[in-house]
Each structure stands twice: as C-alpha cells, then as structure tokens.
C-alpha cells in the first residue's frame, strides 16, 4: 500500500520514492527490535555485545548483497557522507572527473572537479570519457549507478574498464540503484549507498570499499568503523537498514506501472518529453517534461489533487530551480518544466489510473489557461 492518509482525510498517492522509499515491513521491524535491544555496540559488557551482533548482523547482510567482505563495508550516516567519505579520501593525488548529472551530494564534494558530458539520452559520453582519461595525470572518476531524477543508468561496465585502462580510480553513487536493480560491485574502488533508499529508515549508509582499502575517517573520534569512522553507530537505523537491503524488488511489476503511466502521460500531453526514455533507467523512474510549464506548478497542482511527485530538482529552501540533470541533457528553457515520478516499492495497480487522472485534469485546466492568455 502506497497510499497515505493526509490530515484533511483525502488518501494521498505517493510517487515520491527517490525521495525516501516507503518503508520495509521486515525494517520496522527490526527497527522495533533494536530499540528494544538497545545499547552501545562499543560497551564490552552484556548489553553492548549484543547491540554489536545486531550492528555485524545487518554489516553481513550489506556485504552479503555486494559480494564483499564485511571489513570492506563502512557505516555512516546516508548516502550523503558515504559519498564525500569517498571522495575525500580518494583524491589526494589524483585529478577528478565528475559526472554532469550527479548528485549535489558528489558534487559538493568535489567542487573543482572536471565535468564530464552526457548524451543527450543522459548516459555519459564513454569516447569524451576516454578521451579525457587519457590526457591527465591518473583520475578520480565519480559516476552515479542511477540518475536520481530521470532514472538512466550509466553503463558502468564500460566505464570501469576504462578506469582499468587508464589506471583512474572509480567511484560509484548508487544510492538510487542499490536495492531498486542488480547490485554488484563493477568493479568499482568505492560505492556509497542509503538505507533510507532502500526501504530503511533515513540515518544510516554505507561505503562499500575495495578489498582491504583503507581510507581517512572525514570524523575522527572514538574509533568505531575500525577508525574509518567516528560516532556511535545508530543501531536501530541500521539494523533496519540490514532487513532493508536484504529485501527483494518486484521489477518487472513497477516497471509495468510505470510504463503504464508513460502511455497515459503520451496520451494527454503529446508534447510531453520523458527524459531519458530511450536509455537503460530505473523501473520505477519516469522524468516528464511539459514544455513551457514550471515543474513547481506542476507538482502543487498535482499535490492539491493527493498526488506526490518532485520538482527534477528541489533545493533546501523548497524553491524549485532549473534542474542541472536536464540542463546536462540539451532541454534548454524547459530544464525547468520536468516532474519525477517515482514508484514506491509497494504501489498499488491503480497507481496509473488515479496518477493520471489526476494529471488529466491538471492539463486540461493549464491548457485552458494558456489557451486564454494567448487569445
Ligand atoms: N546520491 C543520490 C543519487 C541521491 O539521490 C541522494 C539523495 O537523494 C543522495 C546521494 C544523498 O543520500 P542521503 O539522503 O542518504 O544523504
């Protein structure tokens, strides 16, 4: 059920799961548990061991899902610190190439980084790739698995090799795609990722380390994380996050959802771009740009209906900006004008029909609008 009951009583429709995935039952629960477990995972006494098995019980299922060993898994609070973890430990000596589509989060990290271009389909550009690889000193390449907004997938495969080739170290954001599609390692030095993405709760993530890599902690304090990371652990954000990431994702069923609400959207609004579309993307992820109407307007109309979509790009203070990921992607004056529909993990059938009925009667009325102000 993705369905939420609002105060004013109307059942709100959340199509908002990149911002925060809709919960795992299994996370809650040992979420619950946790809490009732309670204790320091560093305390040598009775408490504190059994808070530290529920800490390596849910370090082993990370690994587990990677593939890695439980030593290469560092905890930290999101996917926001897992990122700049990485980054900073990983650029003493080595220029960085950035993606042009990445997340604040990877880019505020590297603020002198090197942009690498996408394709106007949003996959970045492997020729301009090797290009650039072959003219500098060894790099740091940062590379998301998953565009948070449009959902296109980078093909990873192609661009470790080149890593390889030109001796560059890779670094992979993918906190969009962890738990969502496949997760392997790529062969990548590091990769960040998020409970809260996941069906976690917000509060916990990880790095996911080369084997045996070791990097400065950007916290120092009591040691934890073997001195890759300081601060009590948040055991029940990651004991939640341990029974999140072992949870599977019915694919081809959200993809079915989602393509269901692309139809729809063609149908009402043939002028309507879905970013990306001819790129491999996320299941859940849809990007649809209506030319010439601010996203901002969008979504407050569709919120007014119960439905909940994002802005491409929201910033901190709520105001919506043009998003930097259709910038990247050519869409010019209409970077601005693009809604993200994410499809929880646990959306209803019906999610298509009552998004776009919604979306139906928001078009007509703009429609008419605009008809009126051009008379
Ligand atoms: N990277 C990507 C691609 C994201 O979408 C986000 C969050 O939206 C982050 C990093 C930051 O993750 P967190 O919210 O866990 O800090």
């Known amino acids: 059920m993705n369905a939420i009951a609002t105060s004013d009583c109307m059942t709100a429709l959340d199509l908002d799961a990149n911002a925060t995935e809709a919960l795992r039952p299994a996370a809650r629960e040992a979420l619950m548990a946790a809490l009732d477990v309670g204790g320091n995972p560093s305390s040598i006494h009775g408490g504190g061991r059994a808070a530290r098995r529920i800490l390596e019980q849910a370090r082993g299922r990370i690994a587990t899902r990677f593939g890695v060993a439980p030593g290469d898994v560092v905890l930290t609070s999101g996917g926001t610190e897992a990122n700049a973890l990485a980054i900073h430990g990983l650029i003493p000596g080595r220029w960085v190439l950035v993606g042009a589509t990445e997340h604040a989060a990877v880019r505020a990290a590297a603020p002198e980084a090197m942009v690498i271009p996408v394709r106007p389909d949003g996959t970045v550009d492997l020729d301009t790739l090797a290009t650039l690889l072959s003219e500098g000193p060894p790099a740091l390449v940062c590379l998301m698995a998953a565009n948070n907004e449009s959902g296109v997938l980078h093909p990873l495969a192609g661009v470790a090799a080149l890593c390889r080739q030109h001796r560059a170290v890779l670094h992979v954001d993918a906190v969009q795609s962890a738990g969502r599609i496949g997760i392997e390692t790529v062969g990548a030095t590091s990769i960040a990722i998020s409970a809260h993405k996941l069906g976690g709760v917000p509060g916990a993530g990880a790095l996911i380390l080369a084997p045996g890599l070791h990097l400065p902690p950007l916290i120092a304090g009591g040691g934890q994380e073997r001195g890759r990371r300081g601060g009590t ?143």
């Open 233 to 375: 652990e948040p055991l029940p954000a990651i004991a939640a996050f341990g029974a999140a990431v072992a949870e599977s994702y019915d694919i081809r069923r959200i993809a079915g959802l989602r393509d269901a609400i692309e139809a729809g959207l063609r149908r009402i609004a043939p002028d309507i771009v879905i970013a990306g579309a001819t790129a491999p993307r996320l299941p859940n992820t849809s990007l649809a740009v209506l030319p010439g109407i601010p996203a901002e307007t969008q979504v407050i109309a569709l919120d007014l209906a119960g439905i909940r979509v994002s802005a491409g790009a929201a910033c901190s203070s709520g105001k919506v900006a043009a998003s930097h990921v259709l910038e990247a992607m050519g869409f010019g004056a209409n970077a601005g004008c693009g809604i993200r529909i994410s499809l929880p993990w646990n959306a209803d059938d019906d999610a298509p029909e009552r998004f776009l009925a919604a979306y139906a009667a928001m078009h007509a009325r703009l429609s008419s609008r605009r008809a009126t102000a051009s008379t």
